[in-house]
């Protein structure tokens, strides 16, 4: 990941730009496209980071039509790119990741300046509760089958710890 000084100036806004290139793409050549979009895109705004290429396995199968074929994909390389623009540009950006064959898919989103420090803070905060409801497994040996009980109502200490957590989160992210 790549970052830059960010400056917000009157007029424009932070965006997100979330791509997938194609897996047909060797991992030299999308990093190659993955750095001519990045020069495209800071023609028509200041990149302030970015995610090289990483290939991942995708939810569910995508389909792309490729020199009169259709293309069906399992995987892509995926990377995004933050940048600064005045919203006139974005179109012209959104232009030119549909008009390249090997993007698979991509989604730009307006963001905020904290949403990635915002994202860390919970992030981390889940970890922390998963950490603490963890409970050791026993060895199969010792497991006795049980008869079916009544299941407890939560005590009251563990709803106000999960209005605490809830709390928590919610100042985060206002």
């Not at 396995?57 to 995926?78: I, Q, W």
């Not at 989103?109 to 509760?129: G, M």
Request: hydrophobic share 35%.
């Amino acid at each position: 990941m790549t970052n830059t000084k960010m400056s917000l100036e009157e007029g424009k806004e932070l965006y997100e730009i979330g791509f997938h290139l194609i897996s047909s793409l060797a991992a030299e050549q999308a990093q190659e496209e993955f750095s001519t979009l990045q020069v495209g895109l800071g023609k028509l705004a200041e990149v302030v980071s970015a995610k090289e290429p990483e290939l991942i396995d995708l939810a569910y199968t995508m389909v792309k039509t490729l020199n009169r074929k259709h293309e069906r994909f399992d995987t892509a390389h995926f990377a995004y790119i933050t940048f600064i623009t005045s919203p006139e540009h974005v179109q012209a950006i959104r232009e030119m990741f549909d008009n390249n064959l090997n993007v698979l898919r991509h989604l730009i989103v307006k963001t905020t300046p904290d949403a990635e420090e915002s994202l860390i803070k919970v992030n981390e905060i889940f970890a922390k509760d998963e950490v603490e409801e963890t409970v050791e497994e026993s060895p199969e040996e010792e497991v006795k089958e049980e008869s079916t009980e009544e299941v407890e109502e939560p005590k009251t200490e563990d709803k106000k710890g999960d209005d605490e957590l809830d709390q928590k989160i919610d100042e985060l992210v206002s």
